[in-house]
């Protein structure tokens, strides 16, 4: 559920809104729409009517960022590897980095989904469609005989779906200093050693 209303006026303006919020958040910045009317060059009320609110903003900001960064390429990319278990390198791989370009926006989500029902939803959405994408990987190695003995699809999914959630990857990364390099090799290693097998 979204609180965005039905979309108003000018894409370009609705464009440079998102971007500046973006940008804000990006800085560390928060995301009040007096800061992000300011930065984009429009009145406040420019900002309400394309959104209605903060949550419509941040709401409308999740779909904006992906398609910035081309999220359709490189899920394309991610499920185009020749196997199961070479499309599950390309998700580590992918989420070593990608997860650093989101991860503002992230956090706000995360932080605001207890307190706000239209970033829950939109957060809750997310969630669903990346095990979604986890698990289309999953059934490909498990039909190609590489999941291994006494690991379900579902057990599988939820493993590689927690570990590489923005949460741990914030820990690894911010806090322990992995580089985007060791978390990949580190998480490779992880799931070779549990989930598959020869």
């Not at 420019?46 to 709401?59: E, M, P, T």
């Not at 960064?69 to 590897?81: S, W, Y």
């Amino acid at each position: 559920m979204s609180s965005e209303p039905a979309r108003y006026g000018d894409p370009d303006t609705r464009r440079r809104i998102l971007q500046a919020a973006w940008e804000l958040l990006e800085q560390g910045a928060g995301v009040s729409l007096v800061e992000v009317a300011s930065r984009a060059g429009v009145s406040r009320q420019a900002v309400y009517l394309h959104f209605g609110d903060r949550s419509g903003l941040l709401v409308a900001l999740v779909d904006f960022i992906d398609v910035s960064l081309g999220a359709v390429q490189i899920r394309a990319h991610i499920h185009g590897g020749a196997t199961g278990v070479e499309s599950l390198q390309r998700w580590i791989e992918t989420m070593s980095w990608y997860t650093a370009k989101i991860d503002r926006v992230t956090q706000v989500l995360e932080s605001s989904q207890y307190q706000d029902q239209a970033l829950a939803a939109a957060w809750r959405d997310r969630m669903g469609r990346r095990q979604m994408h986890i698990r289309s990987i999953v059934e490909r190695i498990a039909a190609e005989g590489r999941l291994a003995k006494g690991w379900s699809v579902d057990a599988a999914v939820e493993l590689i779906y927690a570990v590489t959630m923005p949460g741990p990857w914030r820990e690894l990364t911010r806090e322990l200093g992995w580089t985007a390099e060791r978390y990949t090799h580190n998480l490779t290693r992880l799931f070779w050693s549990a989930l598959l097998t020869e």
